[in-house]
């Protein structure tokens, strides 16, 4: 199966149909903004800065007929910032080393939005982006800012930590997009010519055996093997995913040849875990747990699925479920958030998924999205539909307000606004959403995956059609040479019904496969399906198929009862408590001094309709016992706690702060 051409799907409903709208009118035009520092009080990015400057000294080079490889490195450390009241200088590097990927994010949320609406202006914009990009680039097709301002002598002399590949895959995403979206192949060729001096490096005849520190390449090139048919991009795109871990570690020969350089002598380190952040502590096929870093780990595992599936290796194929089973089995919060600890933005060890300290990364969360499509590419099951849900509703969609103009870095399941201030250990933890980042990684992250979340709602394969998530949509599929016009109406996240609509202009044979959701009791799901349909379920998905003509309809009710859920008994920070979810929708509550109520199990949790900043949300109304707030004294004799019944009213997760600062809670003691 593969997914379907955005092209193709309209999304109509109220909930992503308003989401991408938002992002349309207001995200992307507000991220252009950030992108050229244009938000009073919000961190700069010098992200445009960077590429001004860069085409600037190609120029200058150009006129004086100079070597571009001669600009000496001076590395000025990771994070380089105009100090404070210091104007930026036109032709210096600012920000952090991956800058670049900012923009291309931007493009690439831009060209999906320009798929299913055309918008000159934007289109007009992106144009004038790609232009300064090409502009950017190093005559050999080297592309990366911050080594083509800092000196060209060091590219690719850190690939651990230096993201240079980093930038190439979100350069290769954005240029793919656009060409898909906008039939332009001017990023096309920026990225191809970047890919092509990779290659040359780094392919199999190139002086460079290394691979990506910050996974995304391995995936981006094989969307460029499918875009452009290249066959090389394949095979770098397999070349680093077989190489990482390999002994000799590559990063062990970098830091050795680093030494050699500054006339240093190389100590190894002896601990064999020692490039696990990266997931390179071992040959990917023998990799088993979920470690380290949880961005590059979800892009990794992306990327073998891709590459397992476009070369048929079973070995990567079969690591790729091992490692989704790590995740979802022992690593991942409710929420779908992945990543506990703060040190390293990385998974912890299993069960250890702490909810203040969470750091849940939204581009993590984004990544699992990924992750779980390309699972269901490698093999339709319904578990990895109901994990994308999951992690989509909830962590991805916390990660933006209901504005489109600040945005969260870290999603915790819990949070005392004063902690977040006075707490050090907590001091990645917000309590309020940001209105930019220097390390501005997520927002252009969630305006992607919004913008093209049709292809994640629902994949193809000549006469199949999965509906993975539920979103009301028109979209036409094309069978034996018959347009089938099809659309989906729903309420979806609040309310279970579906109807798809078939409109078949000629007789045509077709599969619909309908997710059956884990949230949903599939003995109580009404179906009403037209004559002469056969109904088969199948690894978690309700297969209807049969001959289509004329106008003929498919309708569903998935019960959505509230679910009092727990965790693992090995889940420490959750034992004794218990999540309130309704469909796939993780509730909390907002308000104060939340660690005294108690979920009342005995009391009905009832739906109710509300809204958040003007937007209809189904709230849930809960019974709770309050212990009192007034304190005996720091250390007492237990007495049974005197509590009070009280209601709160519980909010969807992914709509909490966007009403002032206040305690959050998904965890109740029960
Ligand atoms: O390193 C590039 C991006 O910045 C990562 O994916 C994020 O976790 C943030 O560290
Ligand atoms: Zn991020």
Not at 206 to 212: A, E, F, K, R, T
Request: some cysteine; glycine content about 8%.
């Amino acid at each position: 199966m593969k997914p379907a051409d955005i092209k193709k799907v309209k999304i109509t409903d109220s909930f992503w149909g308003r989401l991408q709208e938002l992002v349309r009118s207001e995200m992307i035009p507000y991220q252009w903004k950030a992108l050229n520092d244009e938000i009073d009080s919000a961190a700069k990015s010098y992200c445009i800065h960077n590429f001004r400057a860069a085409a600037r000294l190609n120029e200058k080079r150009r006129e004086l007929g100079e070597d571009f490889k001669q600009a000496k490195f001076s590395d000025p450390g990771f994070e380089v910032w105009p100090c404070d009241g210091e104007q930026p200088q036109p032709d210096k590097f600012y920000g952090f080393l991956f800058q670049d990927t900012d923009l291309y994010k931007w493009i690439e949320a831009a060209a999906y939005s320009l798929a299913t609406r055309p918008d000159p202006g934007l289109e007009a914009t992106v144009d004038e982006a790609v232009k300064l990009i090409a502009s950017a680039q190093h005559p050999c097709g080297y592309l990366d800012t911050y080594y083509l301002l800092c000196g060209m002598d060091a590219a690719f002399t850190n690939l651990q930590s230096n993201h240079e590949l980093y930038c190439l895959g979100h350069l290769i995403e954005a240029a793919c997009a656009y060409y898909e979206a906008a039939g332009k192949d001017g990023l096309l060729t920026v990225a191809r010519r970047y890919a092509d001096y990779v290659y040359e490096r780094m392919g199999p005849e190139g002086d460079i055996p290394g691979y990506p520190g910050h996974e995304i390449a391995e995936m981006a090139l094989a969307r460029l093997y499918n875009v452009t048919g290249e066959k090389k991009y394949l095979e770098l795109a397999k070349l680093f995913i077989d190489r990482r871990g390999q002994s000799p570690n590559y990063f062990d020969e970098e830091r050795r040849a680093e030494a050699r350089r500054l006339g240093r002598q190389y100590r190894q380190s002896p601990d064999l875990n020692r490039y696990a952040y990266h997931q390179a502590h071992m040959p990917v096929r023998e990799q088993k747990e979920a470690v380290g870093h949880a961005v590059r780990a979800v892009y990794l595992y992306s990327g073998m699925a891709d590459v397992g599936a476009l070369t048929d290796d079973e070995t990567l194929k079969k690591a790729c479920v091992e490692l989704w089973r790590s995740i979802t089995r022992e690593k991942m919060y409710i929420t779908g958030g992945i990543g506990g600890t703060c040190v390293g933005e990385a998974f912890s060890y299993p069960f250890d998924l702490p909810n203040d300290s969470a750091y849940a990364e939204t581009c993590a969360a984004v990544g699992l999205v990924f992750f779980a499509r390309r699972m269901l590419e490698i093999s339709p099951c319904g578990e990895y539909a109901d994990v994308m849900e999951q992690a989509l509703y909830n962590c991805v969609l916390s990660g933006m307000s209901q504005d489109g103009k600040s945005f969260f870095y870290v999603n915790p399941l819990e949070t005392v606004p004063e902690a977040c201030r006075k707490d050090s250990r907590l001091g990645h933890v917000k309590s309020r959403r940001q209105k930019w980042f220097g390390c501005a990684c997520c927002p252009p992250n969630l305006a992607r995956l919004i913008e093209s979340v049709a292809s994640y709602a629902i994949t193809e394969d000549k006469n199949t059609v999965w509906l993975n998530l539920f979103m009301g949509c028109e979209f036409t599929k094309e069978v034996d040479g018959v347009s089938l016009k099809l659309s989906v109406e729903t309420d979806m996240p609040f309310d279970g019904g579906v109807k798809l609509k078939i409109t078949a202009p000629s007789a045509a044979y077709a599969s619909f496969a309908i997710r059956i959701p884990h949230w949903t009791d599939k003995d109580l799901i009404e179906i009403s399906l037209p004559d002469g349909k056969i109904q088969k379920e199948k690894d978690g998905y309700l297969y209807i198929s049969g001959i289509w003509e004329g106008e003929e309809e498919i309708r569903l009710s998935l019960p959505m009862p509230v679910r009092i859920m727990t965790a693992d008994k090995r889940v420490r920070e959750c034992l004794g408590k218990a999540a309130v979810m309704r469909g796939p929708l993780v509730y909390c509550a907002e308000g104060e001094e939340l660690a005294l109520y108690r979920l009342n199990t005995e009391k009905k949790i009832s739906p109710e309709q509300g809204e958040i900043c003007g937007n209809p949300i189904t709230l849930l109304n809960a019974g709770f016992k309050k212990l009192s707030s007034n304190s005996a004294g720091l250390y007492t004799e237990y007495r049974k706690p005197e509590e009070t019944e009280e209601n709160l009213r519980l909010i969807p997760y992914f709509a909490w702060n966007n009403s002032g600062e206040k305690e959050m809670r998904v965890w109740f003691r029960v």
